[in-house]
């Protein structure tokens, strides 16, 4: 096990010196300004030493652009006028066990403009951190072409348990082995969780069935089938810091993608469960965590000075 983890280390050193394969756009992540953030360096603590590297581009989104787009609000110190809302996105970065429509209320009324459309461009779960965005006024308009856009996570996923949600918010129902998993079988199955897939969502999703949503059914005990999606999932890099249950992870997928699910169909492949423990969205389409604004830093610019 020593040995394997040396070789699951080495993918994250290689990222100074070798060319670009799947291996190396995962380790040059960890290196990307994304680990500037503080969601992302209590997440990988050993990795976040190498955020002196020098980032490359991670991912080109299979989704256009929008060619037409709203004005990105950056972050700064001083007052935000109410006028510059008029046609606005604005990149957040998602506290923990908020949602994102708890988000666009907050903004909403820090504004303080009567009947000012807000809305986000693309759910995060309430356990869920990182990049949220934003559009205000008529620059709701560009959601779906927001929405559209190929996404970028890191997470960490449990071996050996499963929860009826497939991830921390609901409690382990079942356990089964782990310990004789090798990081080499984990990523073998994570590289056939890749390219174009069907995935099954989540019981426990917004999804509706005869007009109610599924998680509701779900809460009631009940269990109803769903129509399997092709989506597309560009890399699937999985890596431990220590022998254990814990997998880190790096996902870089299409619109529509339940991270959930990848981590509870991964558990699958290998013969136990898993389920999704911390998860942080580190890129929408060409905008980064990096240059988001920290929720309580927003709304003190929205007040006058």
Same mark, same amino acid.
């Given at each position: 096990?020593h040995?394997?983890g040396v ?11 070798q060319?670009v394969?799947?291996?190396?756009l995962?380790s040059q992540f960890l290196?990307?300004?994304a680990l ?5 360096r209590n997440?990988f603590?050993a990795?976040a030493?190498?955020r002196?590297?020098?980032p490359?581009?991670l991912? /080109?989104?299979s989704?256009? %652009?929008p !060619?037409s @787009?709203p004005?990105?609000?950056?972050p700064?110190t001083?007052?935000? &006028? *109410? ?5 606005t996105?604005?990149l957040?970065?998602k506290p923990?066990t908020w ?13 303080g403009?009567?009947?000012?459309k807000?809305?986000?461009a693309g759910?995060l779960?309430p356990?869920?951190?990182g990049?949220l965005i ?5 620059g709701?308009?560009?959601i779906?072409?927001f929405q559209a856009q190929?996404?970028?996570?890191v997470?960490?996923l449990?071996?050996?348990?499963? /929860?009826?949600?497939y991830? %921390?918010? !609901?409690? @382990?129902?079942?356990?089964?082995p782990w310990?004789?998993?090798t990081? &080499? *079988?984990?990523?073998?199955?994570a590289?056939e969780?890749?390219?174009s897939?069907?995935?099954?969502p ?5 999804l509706?069935k005869n007009?109610?949503?599924l998680y509701t059914?779900a809460?009631?005990g009940?269990t109803?089938q769903r129509?399997p999606?092709?989506?597309h999932?560009?890399?699937f890099?999985v890596?431990?810091?220590t022998?254990?249950q ?10 529509g993608t339940y ?5 509870h ?11 999704l ?5 580190t890129r929408i389409?060409?905008y980064?965590l ?10 003190a610019?929205?007040?006058?000075k």
């Amino acid at each position: 096990m020593h040995n394997r983890g040396v070789i699951l280390r080495a993918r994250v050193v290689k990222c100074a010196t070798q060319s670009v394969s799947d291996s190396v756009l995962a380790s040059q992540f960890l290196c990307s300004a994304a680990l500037h953030t503080k969601a992302v360096r209590n997440m990988f603590p050993a990795a976040a030493r190498l955020r002196g590297c020098q980032p490359r581009r991670l991912i /080109t989104t299979s989704a256009a %652009a929008p !060619t037409s @787009v709203p004005r990105v609000l950056p972050p700064r110190t001083t007052t935000i &006028e *109410q006028h510059e809302w008029d046609y606005t996105a604005v990149l957040i970065d998602k506290p923990k066990t908020w949602t994102s429509f708890d988000v666009c209320a907050k903004l909403r009324s820090a504004i303080g403009v009567r009947k000012l459309k807000v809305g986000h461009a693309g759910t995060l779960d309430p356990m869920a951190t990182g990049l949220l965005i934003l559009c205000t006024g008529k620059g709701t308009k560009a959601i779906d072409s927001f929405q559209a856009q190929d996404k970028m996570y890191v997470g960490v996923l449990r071996l050996g348990e499963a /929860t009826p949600s497939y991830d %921390a918010e !609901t409690e @382990v129902t079942e356990r089964s082995p782990w310990e004789h998993l090798t990081d &080499e *079988q984990i990523q073998q199955a994570a590289d056939e969780l890749t390219g174009s897939i069907l995935q099954e969502p989540p019981m426990y999703s917004a999804l509706k069935k005869n007009g109610v949503a599924l998680y509701t059914l779900a809460r009631q005990g009940e269990t109803v089938q769903r129509e399997p999606r092709r989506l597309h999932v560009a890399r699937f890099a999985v890596w431990r810091l220590t022998p254990g249950q814990d997998v880190h992870f790096e996902v870089a997928c299409s619109k529509g993608t339940y991270v959930r699910s990848l981590a509870h169909d991964l558990g699958r492949k290998l013969g136990t469960h898993a389920h999704l423990t911390a998860l942080c969205r580190t890129r929408i389409g060409d905008y980064d965590l990096a240059s988001a604004w920290a929720l309580p830093d927003l709304v003190a610019a929205c007040r006058p000075k």
